[in-house]
């Protein structure tokens, strides 16, 4: 970056409102809609500084469906410049907007949440109502290998399909989910199906609590669209992974199913191959390349994305 571009963006970012949205996206990805409520001014107005910082590279600009949301660059110059401005903010500034903030995340949550508890006994069955959900299996059973594992770690596990899928392969299996009812639900699934050896455990997906590289397969299946933040999401899953290990995170190829939003609380409309697998580089992971299974009728995509940490060689190795 040099003189004349890094003026450009000081200027960019040098007014009040363009430093709260530098700060509110330093947290999350937001939409326009929700940074507009934050801010308290008009979509209009919020959408002009947007603009004019993505003009600047300050920000990034990526429509999902019928909105579009904003997050900090990814250009390492630009992040380190943001860094540096909002260190030098006075942070009780920021407190009416970070109170703000929550309120839309409790109400996103609250949202999500009852969604989950209400529709936990018929999870499944509706899961196959988009796509053919033996194919997937069967696709995510190739892309794991014959094992067997020492520990698979299941995020979102929902009602324990991927642990009832993989748990005989597995000497060990950890699920974690936030909605009381879907582990309720796995409970049941994982005893009917005879596993012993599985731990189903209360947990957040940004923050599992788990041991660094403690798992050598790590599944995340069909939750990252749920997610405000899907990047720190696949960051934590990937910390999970062992050397040697795989991490498979299975969800929607980019769709224009607009009515999953509101119908079923769908934040994100699915994901391109080049978004996560940047995010599985940056995570320290070998992306492949992804398996794309089409539906048999009008319906959606889905995409399995494996990556794998690279082996560590023992010390005494020739």
Known sequence: MNADQ???VLRAAGEPTRLRVLSLLAGEELSVMELSRILEQSQPRVSRHLKLMADAGLIERFPDGARVFYRLSSDPLARRLIDTVLDLLDASEGEADDRRLEEVRREREAAAGAYFERVAPQWDRMRSLYVCESAVEAAILEAAGEGPFERVVD????????LTLLGGKARMSIGLDLSQNMLNLARAN???AGLEKVELRHGDIFSTRLPK?????VLVHQVLHYLADPATAVAEASRLVASGGRLIIVDFAPHKLE???????????GFADDEVKHWLAEAGLQPSAPIVLPPDVEGLTVSIWTADRPAVAEANAA
């Open 6 to 8: 890094t003026v450009e």
């Open 155 to 162: 995020l979102g596990t929902g009602s324990g399909r991927m």
């Open 190 to 192: 994982v005893t009917r």
């Open 213 to 217: 590289q403690s798992a050598d397969l």
């Open 259 to 269: 009515q999953l939003r509101e119908e079923h609380q769908h934040r994100r409309l």
